[in-house]
């Protein structure tokens, strides 16, 4: 499999977070690797995104985290708050603007779930941080 960096990515705008988004499309997290914290005001959530910048053909995983800044609140729609173990599956990242430059940035997961993140302003940041390792299928999807 060929090697590539690691994936480095800033949002600061809706167009980046579509880009970001793109990137963690099918990602998986536990829900015990969300974490909030309001005195930082920081959301991190780790997640094992599937690596489609190598077209989807590399079929490999890898541990990256996303850490959202300006964070005034955070709020979860049918997700397993009490199930650290429950695994969820990222379908999209979105931007819903509110009173400028704020907003909510919104967790689509499979399964009808979601997270919605009351933010300052956007400030997104994702990084991987281990080494990729072969996954046995790639992520489909229905046409």
Not at 28 to 38: L, N, R, W, Y
Not at 50 to 64: L, N, P, Q, T, Y
Not at 112 to 135: F, H, I
């Amino acid at each position: 499999m060929a090697a590539t960096a690691p994936l480095r990515l800033l949002a600061q705008d809706a167009d980046d977070l579509a880009v970001v988004s793109a990137a963690l499309q099918d990602a998986v997290a536990k829900i015990g690797d969300i974490a909030f914290e309001p005195k930082a005001r920081r959301l991190t959530v780790a997640f094992n995104r599937f690596r489609w910048e190598g077209g989807g053909k590399s079929r490999e995983r890898v541990r990256a985290g996303l850490q959202l800044g300006g964070v005034l609140g955070v709020q979860s729609r049918k997700l397993k708050r009490d199930a650290k173990n429950a695994v969820v599956e990222l379908l999209a990242l979105t931007f819903e603007p509110g009173e400028a430059p704020g907003g909510a940035v919104v967790f689509t997961f499979a399964g009808g779930g979601d997270l919605r993140v009351q933010v300052e302003c956007l400030e997104a940041v994702l990084a991987d941080v281990s080494t990729p390792w072969p996954t046995p299928r790639a992520p489909t999807h229905e046409a």
